[in-house]
């Protein structure tokens, strides 16, 4: 069975502060895609990034970045100079890879709240 | 804009009561998905379909609930007999059969009273 742990439930930290969110999976797949999405007091899930599990390459968008680490099965995201924009539920998921239909196995999600 | 839209954003119902909601897909996208999302949890999944087959439903999907894709494009979730447990989010997404990431509607926003 497949599983995601976000056991941060909320993080508070002011502008301009680096933040980071943890995310820990349990999966029997050998190959498998990870996610994180966004969720903004708006309702409207937003999608951040897809990892493929044979791709442990960490990747940088602008002040967003993700460490994923097989070792630990971990992919945490850390956002760097936050902002107040950033303010939202950030939710990291898993599905299978493959010719399944992928369903998305989410996290509770870690509310992040950045203030001025 | 192209993206994911669902309709209603929000229904309010009384418990008993027939709802149904419609979700459209990004429009080259053959694979759509419907999630629940409950106060302070992440989405569950619900079902699945590719073009207007629905291949996949999940246990939380009770015999009250039904959802159809007719012709591949639009896809409709029915509750029957609302109870109060089934107030949440519902959110559609959808996904093309070359990328893996789904994308989002704005969810329907259930309250059963």
Redesign the interface.
């Known amino acids: 069975a497949q599983k995601?742990t976000q056991a941060q439930t909320e993080i508070s930290v002011v502008e301009k502060e680096d933040v980071t969110l943890d995310c820990v999976y349990e999966t029997r797949d050998t190959t498998y895609?990870l996610?994180w999405?966004k969720q903004p007091p708006?309702?409207?899930?937003?999608?951040l990034i897809?990892r493929n599990s044979f791709d442990e390459q960490n990747e940088i968008s602008g002040r967003y970045s993700w460490n994923f680490q097989k070792s630990t099965s971990s992919f945490n995201f850390t956002i760097t100079a936050s902002q107040v924009v950033d303010s939202a539920v950030y939710?990291c998921?898993l599905?299978e890879?493959g010719t399944g239909?992928?369903?998305?196995?989410?996290?509770?999600?870690t509310r992040l709240l950045v203030s001025p | 804009d192209t993206g994911v839209s669902q309709d209603p954003r929000h229904k309010i119902t009384k418990r008993g009561q027939n709802v149904t909601f419609r979700c459209d897909p990004i429009s080259e996208h053959n694979r759509l998905y419907w999630y629940r999302q409950t106060l302070g949890q992440g989405p569950e999944f619900l079902t699945y379909f590719q073009n207007e087959a629905q291949l996949e439903k999940s246990r939380l999907l009770s015999d009250r609930f039904s959802a159809e894709r007719p012709k591949g494009s639009f896809s409709t979730l029915e509750i029957q007999r609302t109870e109060q447990g089934d107030s949440a989010m519902y959110l559609c997404a959808s996904r093309s059969d070359y990328y893996n990431e789904q994308f989002f509607g704005p969810g329907t926003r259930l309250t059963v009273l």
């Open positions: 995601v895609y996610f999405y708006s309702g409207e899930l937003v999608f897809r939710f998921a599905s890879a239909f992928q369903k998305l196995v989410f996290g509770t999600g």
